[in-house]
């Protein structure tokens, strides 16, 4: 058979076919990120806000440059018309640097003519384009409607925006107390459940060199990965691992071992408590124990390298706080303390808090363990 006749009854049905329709012209002067940037438009909004009231915080002199409908409006329902400097893309191009802390490129409809000068802007000190300047918002809000976060995506912000142990949230305070006695700068560090990744933001402020961080649940993992991107640090390592598995010969060592809120998700505690043990000379130590009433179970004693320690049954859930194993252990807290100092281990900044009125168990333990020699 020829060629011609092979290719015939393909020729033939492509003559069919419309050819595509070109796109209208309109659409060349409506390029809006604000109204067409894949999200919702309450998020948008709210992302808007957020980002607005950290911007306009403080003293510091802002310039809106281009037209913005959607932010002018933004500014007004915030009652901050009269806040932040607004002006033409052509006016923008007159200022000199020394005239404002930071530009904001707005332009909410660039048309093509446009382009040339938002992006003349963009080349120079002190300026950011608003998708960004929103990004950090818009990131965070978009992960939050789609996976359960421990706090809201406006105080993961003040975390990362703020010095380390001054959010209101203060879910990084257990860092700030371990760095006091062990400063991270120039440390290699491992961190064992990130979540949402509070601490994590913490640990990297305080000049960590290296950090690698393990995470087995998926969400929590996407979470992580999205603040350490948000941090802005490349030398955060995000591995998706079970704990258990984690051991020097797979990671090597590291200066410090974060575990805070980790070690009552695993149904072999030992094994855990060794890795730890293995992988860093010092340990930042956080995790909920049981006591006589809380849990409502009964004591049981596990053995290991000759010595009992106290612990009672605890039922996973499958939430995104929850560890992957179907059942785990309460410590005692003086049970989980001695097993540091049977190893070899001092305790610093020791703290036992009572949370019977709102945790799973009785106590919370935290401690700085330092290998001793």
Known sequence: MELRSLLRPFTRSTQSVAPPVAPAASNLTTDSLLHNCGVEPALLA????????????????????????????????????NR?????LGEALTLSEHAFDEMIVVEEAPSPQAWPT????????????????????LLLGLLASKLPYLITPEQLLEI???????????????????????????????????????????IMKYGASELTCIEIRPDNYLKSLLTSHLIGGTQVSMRMDNFHAVTPERYGTFDICVAHGVYYHSNAPFQFLANMAALAPVIVFGGFCATDDRPGW????????????????????????????????????????RWFTNHGFELLATEVRDVRAHGPAGEFVYFVARRVG
């Open 84 to 88: 932040g400097q607004r002006c033409s």
């Open 298 to 337: 009964t004591w049981i004693d596990l053995e290991s390298e000759g010595c009992v320690y106290r612990v009672k049954n605890y039922s996973e859930v499958n939430y995104f706080t929850a560890g992957v194993s179907v059942g785990s252990y309460f410590f005692e807290a003086a049970s989980i303390q």
């Open 118 to 137: 938002i992006a003349s802007l963009a080349a120079r000190p002190k300026v950011r384009l608003i998708w960004e300047a929103m990004r950090q918002e």
């Open 46 to 81: 709210s992302s808007l806000r957020s980002w607005l009231r950290s911007t306009l915080s403080g003293s510091r002199r802002v310039v809106f440059a281009g037209a913005s409908p959607t932010l002018d409006a933004a500014l007004v329902e915030a009652g901050a018309a």
């Open 160 to 202: 990362l925006r703020s010095e380390p142990g001054t959010s209101a949230t203060r879910l990084d305070r257990p860092i700030v107390t371990a760095n006091d006695i062990v400063p991270f700068r120039g440390k290699r560090v491992i961190e064992f459940g990130p979540l949402d990744g509070a601490q994590t933001a913490a």
